[in-house]
C-alpha cells in the first residue's frame, strides 16, 4: 500500500463552505457511462486489471470456516489456469487485491491463505455500534485483518455533528494500528450530494486509507453519481494535502461491464495514478464471476456452462 493519509486538523470552515451541483453530477456520470469501452485484448486487459482491484468479499450470517477457505482460495486463483495461460498472463501473479469477511471470520480467512502460502492481505468489514464495532477492530487486527473496513454513524454525518464523527473515526484510526482503514459512508442514507461531498471529506480529514461507499447492505449502494463526488473530494484532498486517499465502491457490482465502467470513471476523474489496488478496489461478491465468464469468452469464443468456471 501507498504511504497513509496521516489526516488533518478537522477544517470545518471548509466542510461548512461544500456545496455539490446536482446537474452538473449527474451530467458527467452519464457521460461516463456512455464512454466506449475497450473491445477484444484490451477489453480483456482491463478485465484483469479489474480482477486485481477486487476485494472478494463474503458478508454473509451464515459464513462458515469452510466457505471463507474457497473464497481464499478463489482469491489467491481467480481466473481459470489454462484462461491465463493463453492470454500468457499465467506467470504474472494476478490474484483479487484481498479478502474481506466479517472480523469473526478473520482468523479463518488468514490460516488459509497463510495454509497456501499467500501473502494476499485479509481485510475486515463490521457493521455494530461504536463500542461493539471498536472491538470488532481489536479482534480482526488480532486475527491477522491487515485491512479494515468501518462504517460510519450516519446519524451523525445526517445531523452534522461532524466533530463527533471525526472524533469517532479518528478512535477507529488509532484502534486500526498498522492495519489500513476503509471508511464506509453508506451513502445511500446520506441524503444530499452535498453531505456525501462532507462526509468525504470529513473521512479523509481523520485519516481514512480509503473511503468506500457502501457495506452492500443498504437499499441504494454504489452508484456513478455518488462516486463522482466521492472521487472529486479525494481529488480535492490530495490537492490540498498532497496525500492520496483510495476509493472504493461497493454494493451491486456484478458485471464485467460495470467494472469497464468503473474503471473509465476512476481513469478520467482522478488519472491513471489511482488505475491500482493500493488506491482502488473494487468491494464486490460475485463480479469476480461474471468477469471471469467474458475472458473464458475472449480466450475461447464461447461462454462457459456453469460447472466449467467453478465459483468459491
Ligand atoms: O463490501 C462489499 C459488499 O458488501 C459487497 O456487496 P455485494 O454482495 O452486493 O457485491
Same mark, same amino acid.
Given at each position: 500500500m501507498s504511504d497513509r493519509n496521516p489526516g488533518m486538523k478537522l477544517d470545518l470552515e471548509w466542510i461548512s463552505k461544500v456545496r455539490v451541483n446536482t446537474q452538473a453530477v449527474l451530467k458527467r456520470a452519464q457521460h461516463i457511462q456512455g464512454q466506449k469501452i475497450p473491445k477484444k485484448q484490451w477489453q480483456a486487459a482491463w478485465l484483469l486489471k479489474a480482477v486485481t482491484c477486487i476485494d472478494l468479499t463474503t458478508l454473509a450470517g451464515d459464513d462458515t470456516p469452510s466457505n471463507v477457505h474457497r473464497l481464499c482460495l478463489k482469491a489467491i486463483q481467480p481466473v481459470r489456469y489454462d484462461l491465463l495461460k493463453k492470454m500468457d498472463m499465467h506467470n504474472k501473479g494476478v490474484t483479487t487485491a484481498a479478502v474481506c469477511v466479517y472480523p469473526s471470520r478473520v482468523a479463518d480467512a488468514f490460516n488459509s491463505l497463510k495454509a497456501a502460502n499467500s501473502s494476499l492481505p485479509v481485510a475486515s468489514a463490521g457493521q455494530t455500534p461504536l463500542e461493539t464495532r471498536l472491538q470488532e477492530v481489536r479482534m480482526a487486527v488480532a486475527g491477522g485483518a491487515a485491512e479494515i473496513d468501518v462504517v460510519i454513524n450516519r446519524t451523525l454525518a445526517l445531523t452534522g455533528q461532524w466533530e463527533a464523527m471525526y472524533d469517532e473515526i479518528r478512535q477507529f484510526r488509532e484502534t486500526c494500528g498498522d492495519a489500513h482503514m476503509k471508511t464506509i459512508l453508506a451513502i445511500g442514507e446520506l441524503g444530499t450530494f452535498t453531505n456525501v461531498y462532507k462526509a468525504s471529506l470529513l473521512a479523509m480529514m481523520a485519516g481514512s486509507d480509503f473511503i468506500k461507499? *457502501?457495506?452492500?447492505?443498504?437499499?441504494?449502494?454504489?452508484?456513478?453519481?455518488? /462516486? %463522482?463526488?466521492?472521487?472529486?473530494? %479525494? &481529488?480535492?484532498?490530495?490537492?490540498?494535502?498532497?496525500?492520496?486517499?483510495?476509493?472504493?465502491?461497493?454494493?451491486?457490482? &456484478?458485471?464485467?461491464?460495470?467494472?469497464?465502467?468503473?474503471?473509465?470513471? %476512476?481513469?478520467?476523474?482522478?488519472?491513471?495514478?489511482?488505475?491500482?489496488?493500493?488506491?482502488? &478496489?473494487?468491494? /464486490? *461478491? *460475485?463480479?469476480?464471476a461474471d468477469i471471469e465468464r467474458q475472458i473464458y469468452h475472449h480466450v475461447t469464443s464461447q461462454y462457459p456452462a456453469y460447472h466449467e468456471l467453478p465459483m468459491a
Open positions: 461507499t *457502501s457495506t452492500g447492505k443498504e437499499t441504494v449502494n454504489a452508484t456513478y453519481p455518488v /462516486a %463522482i463526488v466521492m472521487v472529486r473530494a %479525494i &481529488r480535492d484532498y490530495y490537492l490540498f494535502t498532497g496525500h492520496k486517499v483510495g476509493f472504493k465502491p461497493a454494493g451491486g457490482i &456484478r458485471t464485467a461491464q460495470e467494472a469497464l465502467v468503473w474503471l473509465t470513471l %476512476i481513469k478520467e476523474e482522478l488519472g491513471n495514478d489511482w488505475l491500482c489496488p493500493v488506491l482502488f &478496489r473494487l468491494g /464486490a *461478491s *460475485s463480479l469476480l
